[in-house]
């Protein structure tokens, strides 16, 4: 009896182990660009392991979004010195930063009224970008921020004007 009584729990141990580890995702092995829905469980594990930008901030959402629209600013210069045009671009945008600020991930999902952009040619956007920049701040853990994003930005509209 006592044989089986182990046989059962040694059984019920290996099962629960396996589904534990299928369900843990490293972020590491994440890709560090995707389309939202080519990985999801990955991606849904990720929220498991950031918080969100304005808890790391004590709730200032203003200033989140601050560091926000910085990113996106910065990421309309760096596409005019790497010669790819967002302008027309809209989409549902997911940053992943480390503690360090460091882009570790980034997720999209291009809005339907979007300019159509090969998905090899943004994701290697977007990989170079990472490369280039970091969140100006540090922070305690892991933290996330998505919204829309539309370019060209605000800032890049208003300053296209003054040349006129």
Do not use: C
């Not at 006592?2 to 972020?27: C, D, E, P, T, Y």
């Not at 560091?67 to 967002?86: H, N």
């Amino acid at each position: 009896m006592n044989s089986i009584r182990r046989h059962i729990l040694l059984m019920v141990w290996i099962v629960f182990g396996a589904v534990v580890a299928k369900g843990q995702v490293s972020r590491d092995t994440l890709a560090a660009v995707f389309h939202i829905g080519d990985h999801t469980e990955a991606f849904e594990q990720l929220f498991l392991q950031y918080t969100h930008l304005a808890n790391q901030l004590n709730q200032d959402h203003e200033r989140a979004y601050a560091y926000w629209t910085d990113m996106l600013q910065k990421m309309d210069m760096y596409s005019e010195e790497v010669g790819v045009s967002l302008d027309g671009l809209q989409l549902l945008l997911y940053a992943f930063w480390a503690p360090n600020g460091q882009l570790e991930h980034l997720a999209y999902f291009l809005k339907p009224n979007s300019k159509f952009v090969d998905e090899l040619t943004l994701n290697h956007f977007f990989e170079g970008f990472m490369k280039t920049y970091r969140l100006p701040v540090t922070l305690e853990k892991p933290t996330y921020l998505f919204t829309h994003a539309a370019f060209p930005t605000v800032a890049k509209r208003l300053s296209s004007l003054k040349k006129h």
